[in-house]
């Protein structure tokens, strides 16, 4: 495995992000060290942001800063804060100070040299890296990088600590209730007390030796009992659960010796007076203090920062799991569809287990918070959560309503599902690499929180949404849209009570772009999105309750199997012998503004024949779940093998839920029948899918555009007029001999908006016939559709006549022409036929001062989300160089500007230009 080395070092590296770090680096700021955080998790300040733990203490001395700075905000009210605002309060902080953050990664191993560490080795999606730093601190909450240096650290104790928060509670709590009440011996409840908000109430509870899963299972238990013994929590509904558990103390080294002169971490004997508080509950102030001692320490350690680094070379690192398992069925990812097959897998008594980068399953409608359904076909064990979901929804929201389904009940009927088929859960685990022998997958590296396993199986199932697995096995995909490799929108969904109509609901908005393979990019994109939220002071009515931790992902890798299920298929309603499944949706395509940049096919539907909502339906063949060359992956959920414009479709959540159904239940007769997934029987597959209801007898897909009239038929029609008819002008454009037909309605029609579209199919045909009418409408600006503006320069390029290119030039050298998609769409049509005079002219445009450079994406709600923007001039310019480089020309200092972009996704297409 190939290591990547960090140009950067840093004067302090911190491992691990919550309360404790946040310490650690206040007294460092001071003198402008150079800090990097790296956390396994997608936020800081876990204690408060993940498990929930919102007390602080006031008492404590060399905290205040950050009790001062969150009540100058809003962000504490007696004594309690609020998720949603610290996480942002972190963020705002630390940008200032310009502390870097690495999220979604794990510390594997270090490079030692004369008792120092010189560099440390990360893990992660995009593999390993090599971090160097003067000195290194280990604040995570299970010591992975001084377990690197001394394995014989002994573990925490086994007592966890969880957090309920009901909200619309029938009395305000002025004061702690002390509950003290044993269930059992791994169990028990400890105090009601108030939340932030107004009528919000928390319950606190212990266990003790029980796992995450055991946990969640028991919750409604909890809640029930709650209810029934304080009646003022009778109708009040449950808003949200520790996500994770809170730790309550530190590792204990009493017996381990660190030898290695410039690491660190919470040790509280290298103070002359030991702190009482150390001795007690560590909620998150006693831990931020006591970051704070040791960040004092660490100032005073003048000669480590003095220290210059040698320089190590290490091109190859072999990386040795230090444990190993082995199944019949691994799954990569949890989520959406990955929770579903480890059900399927389960029930038909296969060995499996799940690997999970955050801390529940259920993916984006559970740690994604958008917890509701929008198209998709129900059915199947897809279904079956569905109804069980609903009635646990039920008894969670008390007398108050919910958008869709609570997040919660999910997790919880998820969790309880694969506890009952033995489902093993790899919580906050990442793959990292895959071994691959004699064409199948062997086994997979995971960073966990207990360091690196090795998970052996027979079968593979890639679950992960980006086809991580298959991936990192040589397949090949496609990435985002074919023009500029553009993946949708991302979200980050804050989750509210909206108290006057008492509701739970979850805010999906488009919080930017991202190249989602990238974890150095999810960063910036999670820490941009972050930037969104940012208000002067939070009125509690308006506050949301948390921020879902999982980004919403919605485009990333799709591997391209046996079978490329495409747009068209979508419309034109597909039907497949292999069937396994099917899909139901509109175009939903996020990437709205500039559909230029899709294809000519996707152009054709969404802008020129206004299908943006026309909801299609199709079959899903199983040979789209099928590696083209590595035998044992079954590849489901979003990366199956799909068009980049299918996908659009093909993405939501029942859809997928139900192809992890598929997954499940192919791996399973894998098992038993000890056979690669390409060669089982397709029918007994498809046997098994009716029974589970998956797979609906007789279900026949709704074609989008049906082909069921002659010809004879389409051609009356047209010339009555209704020539914008989608059947109509699909059937035409798919119709050889339609082409002579318009080419006669150009030569006789008076009538000019049936000219016009019969140019409009002609041009997607590449006949010239069609360039003088779309010429003439170019020509009259002064009235147009926009859509069908940019669609027409678009379609001109496809016809491919060099007479267009004058009206080109004069389009985008009109300084009042300042729509960026109308100059992108006549960029790229230059790029289609131009000749040499178009590079004096592209030059002379870029020169242009008053090109436009940014693109709404979300226009906010005040007081709770700013308007959300991008600055897109990147893609002006770089379709400018795109087309230059063709004739080869170069312009060097823009294409720098965007190679050195922070973003990733613009790095990626400045970098598409360096490829000869």
């Not at 609903?390 to 506890?419: M, Q, R, S, V």
């Not at 996020?590 to 559909?595: C, K, P, R």
């Not at 598929?662 to 597959?685: F, M």
Request: overall charge positive; proline content about 3%; glycine content about 6%.
């Amino acid at each position: 495995m190939k290591s990547i080395f960090s140009n950067q070092i840093y004067d302090i590296v911190v491992i691990g992000g919550g309360c404790s770090s946040i310490g650690v680096i206040l007294p460092l700021l001071k003198n402008n060290k150079k800090i990097l955080i790296i956390e396994r998790r997608s936020n800081l300040g876990w204690e408060i942001t993940s498990a929930f733990y919102t007390k602080l203490n006031k008492n404590l001395k060399s905290d205040k800063f950050i009790l001062k700075e969150l009540a100058k905000i809003g962000g504490i009210r007696n004594g309690i804060t609020n998720p949603f605002i610290f996480e942002v309060f972190l963020e705002k902080f630390l940008s200032k100070k310009k502390v870097d953050i690495l999220y979604y990664s794990y510390p594997v191993d270090i490079i030692e040299r004369n008792n120092f560490i010189e560099g440390l080795v990360i893990g992660n999606k995009n593999g390993l890296e090599v971090i160097r730093g003067k000195i290194f601190v280990d604040l995570t909450d299970e010591a992975l990088l001084l377990k690197k240096i001394n394995p014989n650290i002994e573990k925490r104790s086994n007592t966890h600590f969880y957090s309920i928060y009901f909200n619309g509670s029938n009395k305000e709590l002025k004061e702690e209730i002390l509950i003290d009440h044993q269930i059992n011996n791994n169990l028990k409840l400890l105090s009601l007390f108030p939340g932030f908000k107004n009528n919000e109430i928390c319950l606190s509870f212990k266990t003790n030796g029980l796992s995450l899963t055991q946990v969640r299972i028991r919750i409604p238990e909890i809640i029930n009992l709650i209810r029934k013994n304080y009646k003022f929590l009778e109708d009040a509904i449950v808003t949200h659960i520790s996500f994770e558990p809170y730790y309550h103390d530190l590792f204990s080294l009493k017996n381990s010796f660190i030898n290695l002169k410039n690491v660190f971490y919470l040790n509280y004997e290298l103070f002359e007076k030991k702190n009482k508080f150390i001795e007690e509950f560590l909620g998150p102030s006693e831990k931020l203090e006591l970051g704070i001692l040791v960040g004092e320490y660490i100032e005073k350690q003048k000669e480590l920062f003095k220290r210059k680094l040698e320089k190590i070379e290490c091109e190859n690192y072999f990386l040795t799991p230090e444990k190993e398992y082995v199944y019949d069925v691994v799954i990569g990812g949890g989520g959406t569809a990955g929770a579903i097959a480890g059900i399927a897998c389960g029930r038909n008594k296969v060995k499996t287990s799940i690997i999970e980068n955050s801390t529940c399953l259920g993916g984006i409608g559970t740690g994604g918070g958008i917890h509701y359904y929008y198209y998709g076909i129900s059915s199947g064990l897809q279904k079956e959560v569905e109804t069980k979901v609903n009635e646990l929804t039920n008894i969670l929201k008390g007398k108050f309503d919910i958008l869709g389904f609570h997040p919660e009940a999910k997790k919880i009927i998820l969790e309880d599902l694969n506890e009952k088929v033995q489902t093993e859960i790899f919580y906050g685990s990442s793959i990292i690499d895959v071994e691959v022998y004699n064409k199948k997958v062997v086994s997979v590296i995971c960073a966990t929180p207990e360091g690196i396993v090795r998970l052996k199986g027979k079968i593979f199932i890639d679950a992960t949404g980006d086809g991580d697995i298959c991936s990192k096995s040589g397949e090949f995909f496609f990435f985002g849209r074919e023009k500029d490799n553009l993946c949708q929108p991302y979200s980050i969904v804050p989750v509210c009570f909206d108290e006057k109509n008492g509701k739970l609901i979850h805010i999906n908005f488009d919080a930017g772009y991202v190249d989602p393979l990238d974890v150095r990019d999810l960063t910036r994109a999670k820490r941009n999105g972050l930037k969104h939220f940012f208000q002067n002071y939070y009125q509690v009515e308006k506050v949301p309750l948390y921020i879902s931790p999982i980004i919403g992902i919605r485009q990333s890798r799709q591997i391209v199997g046996k079978y490329l299920l495409t747009l068209k298929d979508e419309i034109f309603g597909s039907q497949f012998p292999d069937v396994i499944g099917y899909m139901r949706a509109h175009y939903d395509n996020h990437l709205l503004e500039d559909t230029e940049n899709q294809t000519l096919e996707a152009i054709f539907w969404r802008w020129i024949t206004n299908n943006q909502q026309t909801i299609m339906e199709c079959e899903i063949p199983y040979r789209c779940l099928l590696t083209q060359n590595i035998e044992n992956v079954i590849i489901t959920g979003r990366a199956i093998s799909l068009e980049p414009e299918a996908h659009y479709a093909l993405r939501m959540q029942r859809d997928i839920e139900r192809l992890g159904e598929v997954a499940g239940l192919a791996a399973s007769l894998c098992i038993k029948h000890n056979k690669n997934p390409k060669d089982i029987d397709i029918k007994i597959l498809q046997e098994n899918l009716k029974n589970s209801g998956c797979l609906i007898e007789n279900f026949i897909p709704q074609k989008s555009v049906d082909f069921g009239l002659s010809f004879e038929e389409l051609k009356k029609e047209f010339l009555s007029g209704n020539f914008k008819n989608s059947v109509i002008i699909w059937s035409f454009f798919y119709c050889k001999k339609a082409i002579k037909f318009l080419k006669e309605v150009l030569k006789t029609s008076n009538d000019s908006n049936l000219k016009f579209w019969s140019a409009i199919i002609l041009a997607m045909n590449k006949e010239k016939d069609a360039v003088n009418i779309l010429l003439e409408y170019l020509k009259n600006m002064k009235k147009y559709d926009r859509k069908i503006f940019i669609s027409v320069i678009i379609l001109l390029g496809n016809v491919g006549n060099k007479k267009v290119l004058p009206l080109l030039y004069k389009i985008l050298m009109n300084k009042k022409i300042l729509d960026p998609d109308i100059l992108i769409a006549t960029i790229q049509t230059i790029g289609k036929i131009g000749n040499e005079q178009c590079v004096s002219i592209l030059e002379k445009f870029l020169k242009r001062k008053d090109l436009p450079q940014k693109r709404i994406l979300y226009k906010g709600i005040p007081g709770v989300i700013n308007q959300v923007e991008e600055n897109i001039l990147w893609q002006i310019e770089l379709n400018c160089l795109k087309v230059l480089k063709n004739f080869g020309k170069n312009k060097k200092e823009i294409l720098n500007k965007y190679i050195n972009d922070e973003r990733g996704y613009v790095r990626n297409f400045a970098k598409s230009l360096l490829i000869p």
